[in-house]
């Protein structure tokens, strides 16, 4: 070999100091093309992911080769959303090369922080599911599981947010915008994708009765290929994200008629489909274009299994046996009804066996029961855009009816409701029903929400296949959220427990009793007040707003939405103020609330109560009034690099939906496994939480989700009742609805009273504020007392391990997909 090349080999390999300064260097210039002296951070920042890079691909390659050469069984996570964040940092600790690459940028006169904020945020999501997709994938890479992601390459991610007069504007996030250093494009990974058109019937060569899908439009879906960092290197997995292209067979037709340009028109209209995020969280959008990108990336992933697959096999017997195909939601759905249609018209297979393949093959995953969220695409919709769908959907549909017929003894509203098919109003098809029944395993996300699943929207399916529904309670990465995000707390736990924590988070219970000792408690409160310093800072930048950095960081950052109800804060933070300021000689504990989050564009509720933070804010933090003792600071453009600052800086942590409406959330487990305490509802993984941590660490208050059930059984309640017999609740209120909060414009906030009041407060704001603001207060109390607030927030880490998403995966790989860890051969190159 060329010595040349080979020392130049090495030297992309190396993850000393010189190796990596001198490779940045050379990509600077030859790759980036700008010296020294012209780099710009985000120049410095593409040259440093490209030097990286360059340190995974050797090991990743080998990972694939593993995985073919043992032709091990895969998993394919299915999600329309993964939000990852930036990837500089994670790449960085998981190679653990960290310090190795800030001492050669510092050799370079430059800093490592100014390098990674140059990095854009990857929002390929909208909320907890979209995170929860990436800390699986970050968890299978580290478990040495093999498992790849496929989603859309979105060009334009989750909106920016930003504030204009206190209300939420949105803008376009061009996060592709300077290229993306990470991805590998792989232009010859294309699959024809097919729209519209018509179905054939024909007699195959055996003469029996056949389809084919004809006149139908196509897209082609081209990979762009991302590297996933297990944690040590050793695994590097693949994630796969599809970009639309316009096919390039143009109907010659079009151009005698004079209508090339027509014809050019519709081809690059076509490569919309992966233009944009749709941003709504756990709300359905029912928009033709969503259900096209739905169908294109599932479309596109099962060709690919199916390619990977036939490499090694030539009958699809073995196919459950090599592949799990996980669907994130009903999102990826859609893949039953194609899986059939590939087995079927294209690969010849029997129904009934192409049927029991399928249903091996696929799991579900719900992860919300709120009626306006379960997708439910109109037939008419799906015969057009999909005709061959809807009849094997309808095929489907007959044979599982005629089945259940025979033992449901005549129930027909049974039968009805188990149908794929909502025959009351405008037909719709219930993807959740088709993705019950086309998987072998289903699952909830928190053990409350996975026994609401078996007694409300699938108790029917339940029934009849009563082995099916399984839970998985969610997880978080502790590489993000805990090493990463907070250094300060992470480097003093691996002082005092080593650093296996980072690899088997159930090994941090070492940390309980350190919760006695005088000294780690001090040690704990200073890397505390280290994040909440950098909080306050951030928070100046953002917002222009000074804070106390030793008031309590009161938080609740998560997705704008009346059940998670923001408007509870809201109203115990104007009943505070007011308290404050009728009693201005009492020594309070000052207070920040600190809120972050994004409301769907149209979603009109979401944005007041936007709008309403925002102008309690304005009042209160220029009240000289309460001196200081209550600010409120809402922070513009939530997302995964703010969470990284905000979460290690909390102190309370809010978690206070409607019982029985938060499928599990997982911003609860950031923040407890980052020592702040809980304000919640007995509310999806907060039941497990309180279990974890204990019922003395954490603060729960309100109604259970079966009083809720029962109050709304019976006919709901009085809100008015409720609010007449709440001095402070109704002085509140009073100041919202008189325009206290809104000199501009009185009436402003009439329909959130109008909700809270008339309305019948449908997520029972008011019905759990007297609970609430007792919680509050205890936790206030608490916090005057700082050794014993530290130990219960010494005990919140230390019980938190439990939440691992490696936890959570590895019981997925044993009870789900029957996948097993594949140990990559790396042929003893020069890594480590
Ligand atoms: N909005 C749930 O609401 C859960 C995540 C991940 C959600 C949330 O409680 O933690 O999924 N549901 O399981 C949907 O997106 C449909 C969410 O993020």
């Not at 219930?430 to 699938?458: D, I, P, Y």
């Amino acid at each position: 070999m060329d010595a040349r090349f080979k020392s130049r080999d090495i030297e992309r390999r190396s993850l000393d100091v010189d190796g990596l300064k001198r490779s940045f260097l050379e990509w600077l210039v030859y790759s980036v093309g700008k010296d020294a002296r012209a780099a710009t951070r985000r120049d410095w920042f593409h040259t440093v992911a490209l030097a990286v890079r360059d340190r995974v691909v050797d090991r990743w390659m080998d990972t694939t080769r593993s995985y073919y050469q043992e032709d091990a069984k895969r998993v394919y996570y299915l999600s329309l959303e993964f939000l990852i964040g930036r990837l500089l940092t994670n790449s960085l600790s998981n190679l653990g090369i960290v310090d190795e690459c800030r001492q050669a940028l510092d050799r370079l006169g430059l800093s490592m922080e100014d390098v990674v904020d140059a990095e854009p945020d990857a929002a390929l999501g909208n909320g907890g599911l979209g995170r929860l997709a990436a800390c699986f994938l970050d968890s299978m890479a580290s478990q040495g599981l093999p498992g790849y992601g496929y989603g859309i390459r979105y060009e334009f991610g989750l909106f920016e947010q930003r504030f204009e007069n206190g209300w939420q504007v949105e803008y376009p996030e061009q996060w592709l915008q300077f290229g993306n250093p990470w991805e590998f494009a792989r232009p010859e990974v294309l699959y024809p994708v097919q729209f519209y058109g018509r179905v054939e019937e024909f007699r195959d060569s055996v003469g029996e009765r056949a389809y084919r899908w004809v006149d139908a439009d196509r897209v082609l879906a081209m990979a762009y290929d991302t590297p996933v960092v297990g944690f040590g290197g050793e695994t590097i997995n693949t994630l796969r994200l599809w970009s639309a292209r316009a096919t390039r067979d143009f109907n010659f037709g079009h151009f005698n008629d004079g209508a090339y340009m027509k014809a050019v028109e519709q081809k690059i209209l076509s490569e919309n489909l992966s233009r944009v995020l749709y941003p709504n969280d756990a709300t359905e959008t029912g928009k033709e274009l969503r259900l096209k990108q739905e169908y294109f990336f599932t479309s596109a992933s099962l060709q690919d299994i199916l390619r990977r697959y036939l490499q090694h096999h030539t009958t699809f017997d073995n196919l459950p046996n090599k592949a799990a195909i996980q669907l994130n939601d009903t999102h990826p759905a859609i893949g039953i009804a194609e899986l059939m249609r590939l087995l079927v018209d294209q690969h010849a297979l029997r129904w009934d066996n192409a049927w029991e393949i399928t249903r091996a093959t696929f799991a579900y995953t719900n992860h919300t029961l709120l009626p306006e969220a379960l997708e439910a695409w109109p037939v008419r919709m799906i015969e057009r855009v999909l005709p061959r769908h809807m009849q094997i959907i309808y095929e489907i549909n007959a044979k599982f009816l005629n089945r259940t017929k025979a033992r449901a003894d005549g129930d027909n509203a049974k039968l009805s409701r188990l149908s794929l098919i909502d025959e009351r109003g405008e037909r719709r098809v219930r993807m959740g029903n088709l993705a019950f029944l086309g998987s072998h395993k289903v699952n909830g996300v928190s053990a409350l929400h996975t026994e609401l699943m078996k007694q409300t929207v699938f108790a029917d399916f339940h029934q009849e296949f009563p082995d099916r529904i399984n839970n998985k309670t969610n997880g978080i990465t502790p590489r993000r959220w805990l090493k990463q995000a907070n250094p300060a707390l992470s480097e003093l736990i691996t002082t005092r427990i080593g650093e296996g924590w980072i690899s088997d988070l159930s090994q941090i219970a070492a940390l309980r009793e350190k919760a006695d000792d005088v000294v780690f408690r001090e040690e704990f409160r200073r890397a505390k007040r280290k994040n909440k310093k950098r909080l306050a800072a951030y928070i100046t930048r953002q917002t222009g707003e000074e804070v106390l950095v030793d008031s309590i960081f009161d938080v609740q950052v998560k997705r704008m939405h009346e059940y998670k109800r923001q408007l509870l804060n809201v109203l115990h933070t104007i009943a505070l103020y007011n308290e404050m300021r009728d009693n201005p000689t009492v020594s309070w504990v000052p207070v920040t609330k600190v809120f972050a989050g994004k409301a769907a564009p149209s979603y009109h509720m979401a944005k007041l109560i936007i709008k309403l933070i925002n102008d309690v804010a304005k009042v209160v933090n220029h009240d000289p009034s309460v001196h200081d003792n209550l600010k409120v600071v809402l922070l513009p453009n939530y997302n995964v690099t703010a969470a990284e600052i905000i979460i290690p800086a909390a102190d309370l942590s809010e978690q206070i939906s409607t019982a029985g409406m938060e499928a599990s959330g997982t911003g609860n487990m950031k923040l407890a496994l980052n020592g702040a305490l809980t304000i919640g509802t007995l509310d999806g993984a907060n039941v497990e939480i309180r279990e974890h941590v204990g019922p003395d660490n954490i603060f729960i208050f309100g109604m259970t989700a079966d009083e809720v059930n029962d109050l709304r059984a019976s006919g709901g309640f009085n809100p008015r009742e409720v609010i007449a017999s709440n001095p402070s609740l109704k002085r509140a209120l009073d100041m919202i609805s008189t325009g206290a909060f809104s000199p501009d414009d009185r009436n402003r906030y009439h329909p959130i009273v109008q909700a809270l009041t008339d309305g019948g407060d449908h997520f029972l704001v008011t019905a759990d504020f007297a609970d609430y603001c007792r919680a509050q207060d205890a936790a206030m109390q608490l916090y005057r007392d700082s050794e014993e607030w530290t130990r219960k927030a010494i005990l919140n880490t230390a019980n938190m391990g439990w939440f691992s998403s490696d936890r959570t995966v590895n019981e997925y790989a044993g009870e789900i997909w029957d996948v097993h860890p594949v140990h990559p051969n790396h042929d003893g190159e020069g890594f480590r």
